[in-house]
């Protein structure tokens, strides 16, 4: 089951931040003018001290717009007298979600502005610790652009980190369509190919030995039932209330079967398996059986082979092991045939381990030959 789209975080509603500043800013003002000897509060005080937070509606239509109100709303403030507060704090905001929003010159250009009010109101005041003050002021607008240019950069960075994230999901959904697709054409292909021959069969004792046309229906029947609940439970993944992987996926254990299932539409076959089952990886082993289950229905569809050896063997190498599913028949061969989806499947099960799939002409007949590492430390099935 598949997670669905990731939600970004754009930090707190816009109208949030908008009633938050303006509130402090109107309270604040109102509490710092009662302790101060400056010009009243008057109409036109209060809507200079709401317009600095009303130009913050704009952060994410149009977000050049919040530091030049900033600017003038709070510069119209201070210049005429009113009280000192925090009328600032929209200003200091204003500065902050402009860079935040990758509008780096305007916000070092808004940060510049406040710094040279600062400085020159501080050398205007007549304060002998005015350098201090206005050191202080540049120093506070050059902290808060670096804020929003470290906020821009997070944002970016997790961005990124989804897209990527995305990117992985969608690949691996890709990976997973063509597994499931791979195991859809191996059981159709190799059942449909049973109950073909085994139809072949009845047609034919059907009038020339009645007594032995019942062995091939019933072949026929357990081919059909054993496709169909294969089918059923690979196409059963897709559905949102199973797990992810398809349950009971077939292991060497099974190889046999597909041994007699061949047996039955005429192939003899001679099953050499020299393999410890519990020391093989489960991948492993359903790549291998799907490799062979792929292989006998090739032979028994076109090559006209009488006989075909399946031979299972380990090779110990430097790394955990190479496990080898070589399958030889005494048919055609390849000829002039084009390789279709069954071989292509073949060679992407064994690639998806690191393996490889091989043909070679016997003359008469064709050997297909599985590779497949086997993992250092091997997962008990």
């Given at each position: 089951m598949s997670e669905g789209p990731s939600r970004r975080f754009n930090g707190p509603p816009t109208s949030f931040i908008v009633i938050t500043v303006a509130v402090v800013q109107v309270v604040g003002t109102l509490f710092s003018a009662a302790r101060q000897d400056a010009r009243p509060l008057d109409l036109f005080a209060f809507v200079?001290?709401?317009?600095?937070?009303?130009?913050?509606?704009?952060?994410?239509?149009?977000?050049?717009?919040m530091l030049p109100v900033a600017l003038v709303s709070s510069g119209l403030y201070l210049s005429w007298g009113y009280p000192w507060g925090p009328v600032v704090l929209s200003l200091a905001l204003s500065i902050v979600l402009t860079a935040s929003a990758g509008l780096r010159w305007q916000s070092w250009a808004g940060a510049g502005l406040a710094g040279g009010a600062v400085v020159a109101g501080a050398v205007m005041a007549g304060d002998q610790g005015w350098p201090f003050r206005a050191a202080a002021g540049v120093a506070w607008a050059v902290i808060l652009v670096l804020l929003g240019q470290g906020i821009r950069r997070r944002s970016e960075r997790f961005a990124e980190f989804r897209r990527r994230r995305e990117e992985a999901m969608k690949a691996r959904q890709d990976e997973y369509r063509l597994t499931l697709a791979r195991d859809i054409h191996d059981v159709v292909a190799?059942?449909?190919?049973?109950?073909?021959?085994q139809a072949s069969v009845a047609l034919h004792l059907g009038t020339d030995d009645p007594d032995k046309l019942r062995p091939a229906l019933e072949a026929i029947k357990t081919a059909s039932k054993e496709s169909l609940t294969e089918v059923r439970q690979l196409l059963g993944v897709l559905r949102e209330d199973v797990p992810f992987e398809p349950a009971a996926a077939p292991t060497l254990d099974r190889v046999p079967e597909l041994a007699e299932q061949a047996e039955l539409g005429g192939l003899q076959v001679r099953l050499e398996d020299e393999t410890d089952h519990a020391a093989v990886a489960r991948a492993q082993q359903e790549a291998a059986y799907r490799?062979?289950?792929?292989a006998l229905t090739n032979v028994g569809r076109h090559s006209g082979a009488s006989t075909a050896v399946v031979r299972l063997f380990v090779q110990q190498d430097t790394g955990g092991g190479l496990l080898t599913a070589r399958i030889d028949d005494d048919g055609a061969g390849m000829g002039l045939a084009v390789p279709g989806n069954g071989?292509?499947?073949?060679?992407?099960?064994?690639?998806?381990?690191?393996?490889?799939?091989?043909?070679?002409e016997l003359h008469p007949g064709l050997r297909v030959e599985a590779v497949l590492p086997l993992p250092a430390e091997r997962n008990m099935p």
């Open positions: 200079l001290l709401l317009l600095g937070p009303a130009g913050l509606a704009f952060r994410k239509k149009s977000p050049e717009l190799h059942s449909l190919s049973m109950i073909n021959v490799i062979i289950q792929e071989l292509t499947g073949m060679r992407e099960r064994a690639a998806a381990l690191g393996g490889s799939v091989t043909l070679t």
